[in-house]
């Protein structure tokens, strides 16, 4: 069966279109039967997926970063004929910044290795999450993070890593802060917050594990919430989000993790939201997160 090959030339600031012949002769060497189709505006990824899946292709590769495979997922939903159907299977060529699924999933960032994966074929079903109406397949979130995204979505002078972690001082100088009110299947908080990030996969923006349990397997989405107050505390923050496990800032006093299969969030003054990296409102105060367990057909070693 023939793949289509979606790429997005944009992802880490076009050098995915510069490595797309590398990207094409690892699919050629491994074997894999491709049509490329190539993304010209901002949720045109969407759109190419949904008619890649209406028409049969399998499985759909997924050139690009983590928001490419956001609204690659995307298009698979549109394309689906009922609320649960199974979507997929979804390959990945990692040619984005982050690559936070990419290592989350434990895919290979080699363009030949991570041929091969999907060569061979070999398919696990993973949740999928979603908010408002908007699906994810690595983490969204509100306040800080969205927050910290729309300052590196202005910085041109850093690339890679580097600006993220540029963006994060410049956000937590600004100290932004809300009040919410959140509840889940067994659970409520309100008072003030910093931050709210839902993972479906523990890391985030290259070194961030924001939901450093979340499991994409599991059936539930691993979120979490926190204040600090002034910046000096939110600074003393920044290196535990960077460890995996122990260690980790979900350990520290008013930081915390929950899991759960739905989880619903008001705060009194908006803020901007994103899932997979891509700011989808700059300005919202009403969210309803939700998990679809099993959902997403993913080719994985």
């Known amino acids: 069966m023939t793949a289509k090959v979606i790429l997005n030339p944009y992802s880490n600031r076009w ?16 074997g894999v039967d491709f049509e490329l189709v190539v ?25 690009g970063g983590d928001g490419t495979i956001g609204e690659v997922v995307n298009g698979l939903v549109k394309a689906a004929k009922t609320e649960n159907e199974v979507l997929g299977p979804l390959g990945i060529m990692p040619l984005g ?30 949740d999928v999450g979603c908010v408002n109406g908007f699906y994810f397949a690595n983490n969204s979130a509100i306040g800080l993070e969205p927050y910290i995204t729309l300052k590196q979505e202005k910085i ?4 890679g890593i580097a600006r993220y972690l540029v963006a994060a001082v410049q956000g937590i100088w600004d100290n932004p802060q809300w009040k ?19 993972g479906n996969a523990p890391r985030t923006g290259g070194v961030f594990f924001m939901a450093p349990h979340a499991d994409p397997f599991d059936g539930k989405l691993t979120f979490v919430h926190g204040y600090r107050k002034t910046r000096g505390q939110i600074f003393k923050l920044l290196p535990k989000t960077m460890k995996p496990a122990e260690g ?5 006093e008013g930081i915390y993790e929950q899991n759960a299969t739905w989880v ?10 994103h899932t997979d990296g891509e700011i989808f409102s700059t300005e919202i105060k009403e969210f309803e997160y939700m998990i679809y367990p099993k959902r997403l057909k993913i080719l994985l070693p």
Not at 51 to 59: I, R
Not at 156 to 159: F, L, P, Q, V
């Open 97 to 126: 910044s982050a690559n936070d699924l990419v290592d989350n999933l434990k895919i290979p960032k080699d363009l030949g290795e991570a041929a091969k994966v999907i060569a061979a074929g070999n398919i696990k079903k993973m």
């Open 248 to 252: 980790s800032f979900v350990e520290m």
């Open 15 to 30: 050098n995915s279109q510069k490595r797309w012949p590398e990207a094409e002769k690892a699919l050629h060497t491994a």
């Open 264 to 273: 619903r969030i008001k705060v009194d003054r908006p803020t901007p939201a």
């Open 156 to 159: 041109t002078w850093i690339k």
């Open 180 to 198: 919410a009110s959140i509840e889940w299947d067994d659970g409520k908080y309100e008072g003030p917050i910093l931050l709210v990030s839902v």
């Open 39 to 63: 993304s010209e505006h901002p949720r045109h990824l969407i759109e190419l997926a949904c008619d890649a899946a209406e028409n049969g292709f399998s499985p759909i590769i997924a050139a």
